[in-house]
């Protein structure tokens, strides 16, 4: 089942739309002074050994919240190739088309429900700390 013409517009303004707001939340996070955070906690009462160590933890909280949405920015550019391509909303693990509402809901969707709870029963363990 290919998307008709009009679900295939509302994937593609979805597309767009969490892209530009993709776009704004990294000039937001990179146009913060880096050291924004340290001097907040310096202007508070001095820098101690345990500010600075708040203030390195913000840093890393920002930096990955940037590589996040880098990471989803790129999926994006990865469904409208697939919609140029004409082979966008194919499941890519078992090859059947992926429903319409799941796109709308996640316009960047890779695999089919079924498939998509496979993986993560079968790759919950990859991510998660052990002991």
Same mark, same amino acid.
């Given at each position: 089942?290919?998307?008709?013409?009009e679900h295939?517009?509302?994937?593609?303004?979805?597309?767009?739309? *969490?892209?530009?707001?993709?776009?704004? =939340?990294?000039?937001?996070?990179?146009?913060?002074?880096? =050291?924004?955070?340290?001097?907040?906690?310096?202007?508070?009462?001095?820098?101690?050994?345990?500010? =600075?160590?708040?203030?390195?933890?913000?840093?890393?909280?920002?930096?990955?919240?940037?590589?996040?949405?880098?990471?989803?920015?790129?999926?994006?550019?990865?469904? *409208?190739?697939?919609?140029r391509e004409?082979?966008?909303?194919?499941?890519?693990?078992?090859? =059947?088309?992926?429903?319409?509402?799941?796109?709308?809901?996640?316009?960047?969707?890779? *695999?089919?429900?079924?498939?998509?709870?496979?993986?993560?029963?079968?790759?919950?363990?990859?991510?998660?700390?052990?002991?």
């Open positions: 089942m290919a998307l008709s013409a295939q517009k509302q994937i593609q303004l979805a597309l767009k739309s *969490r892209y530009q707001q993709l776009i704004d =939340e990294v000039r937001q996070e990179l146009g913060k002074d880096g =050291e924004q955070h340290f001097a907040d906690f310096a202007e508070a009462g001095g820098s101690d050994q345990g500010d =600075e160590s708040v203030a390195d933890a913000l840093a890393d909280i920002a930096a990955a919240r940037v590589d996040r949405q880098v990471n989803e920015m790129r999926a994006i550019e990865s469904a *409208r190739k697939q919609i004409g082979v966008y909303g194919v499941c890519g693990d078992c090859g =059947e088309d992926i429903r319409f509402e799941r796109l709308l809901a996640c316009p960047t969707a890779i *695999r089919c429900v079924n498939c998509q709870q496979t993986y993560e029963k079968t790759h919950t363990s990859e991510n998660t700390p052990s002991m």
